[in-house]
């Protein structure tokens, strides 16, 4: 039988339309550089071609959930990290995005915005997007509760068009441990040229609770794990630096050595690639195209190297890469950090957006060309006459309507870490 503290463990508030703010903010990355670990939890790591049973457990937001209030009761918490800052290459929290307070590492893109300077020197001081939650895996009982943590597009991509599709109270309330639902996630392995595949959910049902979170019939298992996480502030496992932290890594300083006066120094003002003192390239000179290989990779300590593809030197428009300069092109096949394999089906004429569609045959138009990693599929099929289509789709023409416009979140970065 519960005790009374059981019974009457702490709540917090859950609001109507709780999922808009979250999924409004992932158009579209931290190992445990900037994460401290609930002492004593374990880490679930999916395996690719395994199904898992997932209790959602909630917990009391704090001051750093942009997509809660402060007291709400709520599934996740998303973060935005940089990625190999430094010459300890550590991942810091994007305190710009996170504490909208000042941010050498988004200052230091502007200026290299301003500058023109190649893509290739900008993109690592773009902040990806990550997510930390409490789960309770029915094939993992013996662990009790873990933590999941992984890039937007491996888990909660899917689980937020599993939400948007489904107007049930029980799935949109999933993790409500008095009601809720059972989350059965099929795990895949997506090999897209990394060292190791990229594990990622594949296919998620919900399993309807007639009687709320019950740990798989064991009540006391499911009251401590209650418990529990009614004691875990998931933001109070971020590491957050400061200013002063952040710019030393930008400027290329061991971590914990002082910045000294560096005023006059001529040497600090220039832009440095990944926190490394060197001289940039002329920024007049054609960009280079990007190709960024930043995949999640399971089970990874530290991120491996990248091997650029070459790929042609074309134009830009206001030093950013056009789709000419990445290698896309109308009918080709891309990848894209969210909406996963999709097709060109549009080109703006500047090169800078196009439109394509997913395999559920879902248009999405005003995509960021550097967004997107070309997949080689062979030899590309031959288009059909132009005499044989009496106009453009409609996906296209909507395509046109929209004003044109850039952003969203850069490749897939570090997934599951050690």
Same mark, same amino acid.
């Given at each position: 039988?519960?005790?009374?503290?059981?019974?009457?463990?702490?709540?917090?508030?859950?609001?109507?339309?709780?999922?808009?703010?979250?999924?409004?903010?992932?158009?579209?990355?931290?190992?445990?550089?900037?994460?401290?670990?609930?002492?004593?939890?374990?880490?679930?790591?999916?395996?690719?071609?395994?199904?898992?049973?997932?209790?959602?457990?909630?917990?009391?937001?704090?001051?750093?959930?942009?997509?809660?209030?402060?007291?709400?009761?709520?599934?996740?918490?998303?973060?935005?990290?940089?990625?190999?800052?430094?010459?300890?290459?550590?991942?810091?929290?994007?305190?710009?995005?996170?504490?909208?307070?000042?941010?050498?590492?988004?200052?230091?893109?502007?200026?290299?915005?301003?500058?023109?300077?190649?893509?290739?020197?900008?993109?690592?001081?773009?902040?990806?997007?990550?997510?930390?939650?409490?789960?309770?895996?029915?094939?993992?009982?013996?662990?009790?509760?873990?933590?999941?943590?992984?890039?937007?597009?491996?888990?909660?991509?899917?689980?937020?068009?599993?939400?948007?599709?489904?107007?049930?109270?029980?799935?949109?309330?999933?993790?409500?441990?008095?009601?809720?639902?059972?989350?059965?996630?099929?795990?895949?392995?997506?090999?897209?040229?990394?060292?190791?595949?990229?594990?990622?959910?594949?296919?998620?049902?919900?399993?309807?609770?007639?009687?709320?979170?019950?740990?798989?019939?064991?009540?006391?298992?499911?009251?401590?794990?209650?418990?529990?996480?009614?004691?875990?502030?998931?933001?109070?496992?971020?590491?957050?630096?400061?200013?002063?932290?952040?710019?030393?890594?930008?400027?290329?300083?061991?971590?914990?050595?002082?910045?000294?006066?560096?005023?006059?120094?001529?040497?600090?003002?220039?832009?440095?690639?990944?926190?490394?003192?060197?001289?940039?390239?002329?920024?007049?000179?054609?960009?280079?195209?990007?190709?960024?290989? #930043?995949?999640?990779?399971?089970?990874?300590?530290?991120? @491996?190297? !990248? /091997? =650029? +593809?070459? $790929?042609?030197? *074309? &134009?830009? %428009?206001?030093?950013?890469?056009?789709?000419?300069?990445?290698?896309?092109?109308?009918?080709?096949?891309?990848?894209?950090?969210?909406?996963?394999?999709?097709?060109?089906?549009?080109?703006?004429?500047?090169?800078?957006?196009?439109?394509?569609?997913?395999?559920?045959?879902?248009?999405?138009?005003?995509?960021?060309?550097? #967004?997107?990693?070309?997949?080689?599929?062979?030899?590309? @099929?031959? !288009? /059909? =006459? +132009?005499? $044989?289509?009496? *106009? &453009?789709? %409609?996906?296209?023409?909507?395509?046109?309507?929209?004003?044109?416009?850039?952003?969203?979140?850069?490749?897939?970065?570090?997934?599951?870490?050690?």
């Amino acid at each position: 039988m519960a005790t009374r503290k059981e019974r009457e463990r702490r709540r917090g508030k859950r609001q109507e339309n709780r999922h808009e703010r979250r999924q409004e903010q992932h158009a579209g990355g931290g190992d445990w550089d900037c994460i401290r670990r609930p002492e004593g939890m374990e880490v679930f790591k999916p395996e690719g071609g395994e199904t898992y049973h997932i209790d959602v457990i909630p917990y009391i937001v704090g001051k750093y959930n942009k997509n809660a209030d402060v007291g709400d009761e709520y599934f996740e918490l998303s973060y935005a990290v940089y990625n190999n800052l430094g010459i300890d290459e550590k991942k810091f929290i994007a305190i710009g995005e996170m504490l909208g307070v000042r941010d050498p590492v988004a200052e230091h893109f502007a200026v290299l915005k301003k500058q023109n300077a190649e893509w290739d020197d900008m993109k690592d001081f773009k902040p990806k997007w990550r997510q930390l939650m409490l789960v309770f895996v029915h094939e993992q009982a013996e662990k009790g509760l873990q933590l999941f943590e992984g890039a937007y597009g491996t888990f909660g991509e899917l689980l937020d068009e599993e939400i948007r599709g489904e107007e049930k109270d029980y799935i949109d309330n999933f993790d409500d441990p008095d009601h809720g639902a059972t989350l059965e996630v099929r795990f895949k392995a997506k090999n897209i040229g990394q060292k190791n595949p990229w594990v990622l959910a594949a296919k998620i049902n919900f399993d309807e609770r007639d009687n709320g979170f019950d740990a798989d019939g064991n009540k006391k298992l499911a009251a401590e794990i209650m418990s529990q996480a009614a004691e875990i502030c998931l933001d109070d496992c971020l590491k957050i630096s400061d200013y002063d932290t952040l710019k030393a890594a930008l400027d290329g300083k061991p971590a914990g050595v002082d910045d000294g006066d560096d005023a006059g120094d001529e040497e600090d003002e220039k832009p440095r690639g990944r926190g490394r003192q060197r001289d940039r390239k002329p920024v007049d000179k054609e960009p280079e195209p990007e190709n960024d290989d #930043d995949a999640p990779e399971p089970e990874q300590e530290e991120e @491996p190297e !990248e /091997e =650029p +593809e070459e $790929k042609p030197k *074309g &134009k830009t %428009k206001g030093g950013q890469p056009t789709a000419a300069d990445l290698g896309i092109e109308k009918g080709g096949d891309v990848e894209h950090d969210e909406y996963g394999l999709c097709t060109v089906i549009r080109v703006a004429k500047d090169g800078l957006t196009v439109t394509i569609m997913d395999e559920n045959d879902t248009v999405h138009k005003g995509v960021d060309p550097t #967004d997107l990693e070309p997949v080689d599929c062979g030899p590309a @099929p031959e !288009e /059909e =006459p +132009e005499e $044989k289509s009496k *106009g &453009k789709t %409609k996906g296209e023409h909507a395509a046109e309507e929209e004003s044109e416009k850039t952003g969203g979140d850069e490749d897939w970065d570090e997934g599951w870490e050690n």
